[in-house]
């Protein structure tokens, strides 16, 4: 797995994916997420790995233990790159998921990479206090998420970048810290509370970063996204 700037196609559709896709002329990481899985079904997954991108399948999971560990048994087979559950599903949750991966890889394949959700990064500490009682800091709760998940043998979490240091000094430097809220200097925060820039994410020890708008929303795609990739460091 590379460690490209991710970027998120959070397109209506099969047709505005592939309208943004032939901007490039390289393999890409991209984010598939519920909206574009949800319209198109695997079939979108077939297609944008036929076109050679690594993908990032952005479903959340968040069920029961044994549900989960099916549902990844089926999401292994279609050959994504990575895959991510809510780390507040608890352990055994997160061991299913696990045990789902490895037993629906196909021999010969590597297993997806699996990462946990701490807290969105629309969450604000006061909304998680307040909505989900949790009577730590934001950054207690997202370091317990983050140990829990190392626990339950996951590759990594999904986390802001300023919780990335923390994270990587308690469960170590191969331990994924994936962030999104990413913006170029300057750039709307939309609907993220805990953003950063690319090389702040860097600085700050993110292990992959995941964009959106700031350049699927750019008038030249290629270029925000050389942008974002030099100041990432890619």
Not at 131 to 140: A, F, P, R, Y
Not at 214 to 225: E, H, K, L, N, W
Request: aromatic content about 6%; overall charge negative; some cysteine.
């Amino acid at each position: 797995m590379s460690n490209k700037p991710i970027i998120a196609l959070d397109f209506p559709g099969e047709k505005e994916v592939f309208t943004f896709l032939n901007h490039f002329d390289e393999p890409l990481f991209v984010k598939i997420g519920m909206e574009l899985y949800y319209q198109e079904g695997p079939t979108i997954i077939e297609k944008v790995k036929e076109a050679g991108h690594e993908i990032f399948l952005d479903l959340k999971l968040h069920d029961i233990p044994n549900t989960v560990k099916s549902a990844m048994k089926r999401l292994a087979g279609l050959g994504v790159d990575l895959v991510n559950v809510h780390a507040a599903g608890g352990r055994a949750m997160m061991e299913g998921a696990l045990e789902g991966l490895e037993a629906g890889t196909p021999a010969g394949k590597t297993r997806p990479s699996l990462i946990a959700v701490t807290q969105l990064t629309s969450t604000t500490e006061e909304q998680m206090q307040l909505e989900q009682k949790i009577n730590l800091s934001l950054l207690g709760s997202v370091l317990h998420y983050a140990e829990l998940t190392k626990h339950a043998g996951l590759d990594g979490v999904v986390c802001s970048v300023h919780e990335a240091a923390a994270i990587r000094d308690l469960c170590g430097e191969s331990f994924l810290r994936v962030t999104p809220g990413i913006r170029l200097a300057g750039g709307e925060a939309h609907d993220q509370k805990r953003i950063a820039t690319p090389d702040g994410a860097k600085k700050d020890g993110s292990s992959l970063i995941v964009v959106g708008r700031a350049i699927t929303g750019a008038q030249d795609p290629v270029s925000a996204y050389r942008n974002v990739s030099k100041l990432w460091g890619e």
